[in-house]
């Protein structure tokens, strides 16, 4: 398939109507990014007021829909960064974080957050934990979706492990906080407990209580490696906002990875996503550099290695990028260029020479190429540009 102006090359199996059918979406789907709280949460991370201003620039200008800007009851920092991004004027909706606890959504109040997710939990797990029973949750969720929507604030109520909650008690719990007036409603897969059918599955059940009108979220977490798969799914049965984080940072495994998610979504089912994927490379760098992790190399959209290529059998392709690539460099924004190294070939060093403006012989192309080879053996690794321009300048000297 080559669907979008010569930039995706996936299966056509992905556009048989029994496929791509099942998404009948015609509205793309908008993302709720929560990196600067629940991605905040990733172990050793810290970000300040600046750092969060910065990166809520960052998605601004990829298109992101809603930006979550923090929990300020619990932390100052939160409160000033709040303040930082109101004063910037985004383009995105700043949404707070709020437990369903008075005090957590006053603080909102005093700092003039007009929408905020309010969250509880529903699982007989958490409520255990907690210490609270379901009539007390149910209580506490109603007196603080009224109390917020008095004072102006939209809620999407938030129902903390959410899929591991016994149905019909969260259908209770779901349509209670929309009677106390939450205007749209979140689907949690607090632990990423979730299988992408379970996740279909609870999803239309949820469409289903709540009716038409209502906007449903999907927030996941990763932990078996189907963060977006569950996403996918879950705008399959209905949702039409993703909740996750640049890089997929958050707890444990981390949270679903709205880059990833976006991609997907665009390439495999031609879903409109709002969302600008040239960007998203751009955006997880700032991202990286604030929180000071790095990425695997191979990491889909944004690994280091995506259009790099050392193996000689692939460099001889590189000319029809989609004889080795599912979807364009150009689209994420991205460059493709030959890497050179152990496992080089013939086109790999021609490809490189070309590449640099360094002539280089057809008789000489065999004796760089093992040059190559024997000192990415020894170094371990690939070679610079400028230890290519040395071999080559020592083996095929210009004439």
Known sequence: MDGKGGKIWVSELNARPEIRGRFRRSQPVHFYDTTLRDGEQTVGIVLSPQQKLEIARQLDQLGISRIEAGFPRV????????????????????????????ADLEELVRLGVRASVVEAPTSDIKLRAYGISRDEVLRRIREAVTFARQNGIRVAYFAVDGTRTELEFLKTVYLSALEAGAAEIVVVDTIGACGPEAAEFLTAEVCCWVGPDIPVHWHGHNDFGLGTAAAIAAVRAGASWVQGTINGMGERAGNADIGEIALALRCLYDVPV??????????????????????????????????????GAVASQFHIPEAIEPYSAELVGADRRVVLGKKSGLDSIEIKAGELGLPLPAEARASVLAEVKKRAIAKGGLLSDEEFREIVGSLAPAR
């Open 75 to 102: 932390s100052p920092d939160d409160a000033e960064a709040i303040r930082l991004m109101t004063a910037a004027h985004l383009r995105a909706e700043l949404w707070g974080f709020s437990r369903a606890v008075r």
């Open 274 to 311: 709002a969302l600008d994927l040239s960007k998203v490379r751009q955006v997880s760098e700032v991202v990286c550099r604030a929180a000071g992790y790095e990425l695997e190399a191979w990491k889909p959209l944004v690994g280091e290695n995506l259009f790099m290529r050392e193996s």
